[in-house]
Each structure stands twice: as C-alpha cells, then as structure tokens.
C-alpha cells in the first residue's frame, strides 16, 4: 500500500436515510451502537481497556469496576442489547421500543458521556 495517496480526493458525500426507509430495527441497532459508543468513549478518557463487545450490560460492569458514575438509564439501557445483532438482521421485532423513550435515553446517555469526556464529569 506504499505510495497510495489520498490528496485530491473528496469526502464521501454523507446523506440522511429518508424518514420512510428508517425502520424500527434500524432505529433500534442505531440506538444501542450509540450508547455502546459513548459507554467506550468515556472507558478510553478514564484510561480503562475498553473490551471488544457490543454488550451495553457488560460495559455498564465495566464502567462500575472501574468506579466510573454510571449512565443515565443505566437500568434500563441494557434492554437495546438484543438489537445490537438481532434488530439489524430482522430476527428481532424492534416494535417494542417506544421511540420517544429510547431517544431520551440516547441524549442523556451522550451528554453523560461528553461531560465525562471532557473531564467535567469525572469521577
């Protein structure tokens, strides 16, 4: 791969799905990556290995040995886990979310984490 170059090449051009093509299974996958996400982030700040999974309850552990305040919802986000796989290849009915709530926990769960990474939520 020597010699590859990447100059004069634009960005990928990004754009938002439709509204009807978002599903409830995509929604919800979308939901949990972002919560895992944001769980990994503030692990990395903190300077704790951050554990191959997608598995919100085993980062939530992770977060508690580690003595690192907990989420918002933290009782409660483990619940997107099976969408993590299941929701994504329709395996899973994702129809029993209630979207409102899940978004909510989403927020809270990204401003949590910006404020940890940020260092002014440190525990």
């Known amino acids: 791969m020597s010699g590859l ?20 299974h995509s929604g919800a996958s ?15 700040k903190h ?4 554990p191959r999974t997608h598995n919100i309850a085993q980062l939530l552990d992770v977060l508690d040995d580690a003595a690192i305040p907990a989420p918002p919802h ?5 619940s997107l886990n099976p969408y993590a796989v299941q929701a ?5 009915d994702a129809g029993a979310l209630d979207r409102q709530v899940v978004e909510v926990w989403v927020n809270e769960v990204l401003a949590w984490a910006g404020l940890q990474v940020s260092g002014a939520g440190s525990a």
Request: with cysteine; glycine share 8%; proline share 6%.
């Open 88 to 92: 994504r290849y329709g395996t899973l």
């Open 30 to 44: 979308n939901c949990g990556f972002q919560v895992e996400k944001a769980m990994k982030a503030t692990l990395f």
């Open 47 to 50: 300077g704790v290995l951050v």
């Open 5 to 24: 170059s990447l100059a004069g090449m634009s960005p990928p051009r990004r754009r938002a799905l439709p509204a009807h093509r978002i599903t409830a």
């Open 74 to 78: 933290a009782d409660e986000i483990d």
